[in-house]
């Protein structure tokens, strides 16, 4: 043989080396998110861990401006004139949105099941409402996301309406990539001190919650701050301690804004709904920058108070919000 | 010349049908958004036709399509194998340079055998053997390893690449516009990876002993074509010009070039690839047409003999008893799960073994099986819900199905037939056994009355404290068992909660 066919295996040799380096170091990416749940066992990370957690500013508090209300409740058929006037009674996109900022709006797209008549996932002209009112305040990108338990993203976007909504109003519809999600720190966390969080969520300039208020078996309720179990993996494990450990998400998230779309309320059979005699008609917005008094006010819908409602009576004794709507002052509009 | 662009025609044909192959794989998965049909090679493969005609007794006008398939090898020969089949077209590639080409040809046999033995179990309503297809292979195969295999090595990559944050806004580009489109984001695990893949790499590095061994010697579609081509109408001739230089029998892919008989071929063998007519010095080489019309080939001695076709029969009676003595004759194993609507139609003897069903299937809960059904069942698909669930809104599996084993039944029907029946085990469960609050199974079922319930119980915490917690019970009458509660069962491991086999489907509990 010939020195050229041993230089073709030194050749080789390297070559193979260099590609099983590579498939070797990505053996030793981050793994995905678990196929399968871990063992009840690991639920409950008590001590607090701060290996790879991430350094993401806390959420600006926002002063409400004066003159404005601190809630807002709109009424009325025209959904997106609905939305439009709830958020300007609370001091308008501009007041939550700079110029050029980076948002991310959260629906609740829990499955691809049922189209939005069910109730069970969010309005779409209230999101797309939104992503029009982000765009002319002046955002520089507006993203929305979530992640659907049943059905694929990609088909639940689609079935929810949202997608379409959102596209016509010049925003982007982001599948959630695995890979995207970090562990973070929950440095108020009371029960949980540490989870993996969508990191684009956690570093947006602006989060806008926009949860559909909906029956759900456990929790009786869903509203902005179960919404938020949206933004995180490993949602089963929430489960064990649901009402803390959700309050203790808000903690993190720290949404700019919540618009609570009950246009459609479910009242029975949630939260994945599906029969149209538990759908009720309310075509109300609730806008407002403190996710527990717009939950507070939401559960109002139900015939709860807000203290009935296990996470939101947790968040407001973690100071995350307000739960007495006496104490607030709500603008209540007619369209 | 001619025959130089011919040649270059047929390659440029192999790797268009190639490629709509795997533009058709790869959009199976849009769950109807695309117009193509994903089975569509299914749709003119006449071996698949012919078994499900005869498994099925029935006529299934969506397979007619490969009438066509007949016709062209009446008119051409082999065609399908040499310009169309995907698979063959695969092994034509991966061909080492030193096939070494020295088999003799008395193996050529096995193909019409396998084709004989096919159709005889298919007339006795036994598919067992229809995974042998070629278009079954390759998209087995691709579904259940390549293309899984890539998606692992790809996200691998990306996953270890999306640890430096300043690459972000690339990679969201990158997997927005190329990634996602290809893959779906589907995580795939598949069961039967490594013996589909075992079986796919033994059949590629038989390309070692001989050209395209399996279009040769195995493929029995190969063997149906080969009889039909033998009546072909436009045939492989060779002229007086000739002047035995071997250049042909060289280049044939089948080795059918004979010097013995002047470098004549075989048409139920030849491929019609026209390497030979390229290859010749002389243009002693021609496909004519052959007068007079529908005489048959030359007889081979590797042509099947009158005992051969006995034994095949004989072979296989004796399948199909072995067949008969598996215990999946009496029962129903509890967790094999059958797709959507399979209740309804007798699913394994229609079924095909296709794997298409497996492919489309968003979850990816849909598995090939391995022996869980027994052998018989080899690759016929099951739901594995721990795995992926059956997607409430989803009937890709039942519009996919290019035999009707599925049956083509409503979104609503679909949503309406029982799959099989949850079943909730309290020793496992976290608020039976743990006192725990959970409802997760309750929470993801996607009924419009939930099949699931929560009791309210009051119990005492272990700090003395009365505390109410929630048991789930299953309704009986409610759930179709599609597994979302399995699947998202909290509990690791084996879940909490498991779909099992509907009750009325086991003989045993029927008393027949």
Known sequence: MSDENELNRRDFLIKAGLIGAGVYLAGCAKQSAMPLPTPFSDVIPVTPQTTGALDVKPAETIEPATGTAYLSVARGEDAAEITRRAIAAIGGMERFVKNGANVIIKPNICTDYYTYEFAATTNPVVVGTLVSLVMAAGAARVRVMDNPFGGTAQSAYKRSGIEDAVKDAGGEMEVMNQNKFRKAEIPDGLDIREWSFYKDILDADVVINVPIAKNHGTTRLTLGAKNLMGTILNRGQIHANIHQRIADLVSRVKPALTVVDAVRILMNNGPTGGNLDDVKLLNTVIACADIVAADSYGATLFGFKGSDIGYIKAAADMGLGTLDLSSIKIEEISV | MKAKATRRIRQVT?????????????????????????????????????????????????????????????????????????????????????????????????????????????????????????????????????????????????????????????????????????????????????????????????????????????????????????????????????????????????????????????????????????????????????????????????????????????????????????????????????????????????????????????????????????????????????????????????????????????????????IGLASINTDRCLPWAYDTLCSVCEEMCPLPEKAITLEEVKISAKDGQPMTIFRPRVLRDLCIGCGVCEYHCPVGGEAAIQVQTLPSTNTFISGV
């Open chain 2, 14 to 418: 192999q790797i268009a049908s190639f490629g709509l192959f795997m533009a058709l794989f790869v959009q199976a998965v849009y769950l109807g958004q695309s117009p193509l049909a994903s089975d569509l090679f299914y749709r003119f493969d006449p071996l698949i036709a012919a078994t499900a005609m005869f498994a099925g007794r029935a006529i299934k006008a969506g397979l007619l399509y490969s009438l066509v398939t007949i016709a062209a090898s009446i008119l051409f020969g082999r065609v399908w194998c040499g310009w169309v089949c995907p698979f063959g077209s695969v092994l034509e590639w991966l061909t080492p340079k030193y096939a070494r080409n020295e088999i003799t040809d008395k193996w050529r046999v096995v193909k019409f055998l396998l084709f004989f033995i096919l159709i005889f179990a298919a007339v006795l309503g036994n598919q067992s053997g229809a995974f042998l297809d070629p278009i079954s292979l390759l998209t087995r195969t691709m579904t259940t390893v390549l293309w899984p295999g890539l998606r692992f090595l790809v996200y691998g990559l990306e996953g270890f690449l999306y640890r430096f944050d300043f690459l972000w806004p690339a990679l969201d580009a990158v997997n927005t516009n190329v990634l996602l489109p290809l893959f779906q984001g589907i995580e795939s695990v598949f069961i039967a990876s490594l013996p589909v893949f075992i079986f796919f790499a033994i059949v590629i590095a038989l390309n070692r002993i001989a050209e395209r061994f399996w279009c040769r010697y195995l493929c029995p579609l190969g063997g149906f074509l080969g009889l039909v081509s033998r009546f072909a109408v436009v045939r492989r001739e060779v002229t007086k010009d000739c002047i035995s230089c071997d250049r042909c029998s060289k280049v044939c892919p089948t080795g059918t070039i004979d010097a013995a008989k002047g470098y004549a071929s075989d048409p139920a063998e030849c491929t019609v690839c026209y390497d030979c007519m390229a290859e010749c010095p002389v243009n002693a080489i021609a496909f004519d047409r052959h007068f007079p019309l529908w005489k048959s080939a030359q007889s081979q001695e590797y042509d099947p003999h009158r005992r051969q076709v006995i034994l095949a029969a004989a072979g296989t009676l004796g399948g199909v008893a072995l067949a008969g003595i598996e215990p999946i004759r009496r029962r129903d194993p509890v967790r094999l799960i059958r797709p959507p609507g399979a209740t309804l139609t007798n699913f394994t003897t229609v079924c095909m073994r296709c794997g298409e069903c497996v492919r489309v299937c968003p979850t990816q809960g849909l598995q090939p099986s391995l022996i869980e059904g027994g052998w018989q069942n080899l690759f016929t698909p099951r739901l594995v819900p721990r795995i992926g669930y059956c997607s409430y809104n989803c009937d890709a599996c039942i519009r996919t199905c290019p035999t009707g084993a599925i049956p083509h039944i409503s979104k609503e029907a679909k949503q309406k037939t029982p």
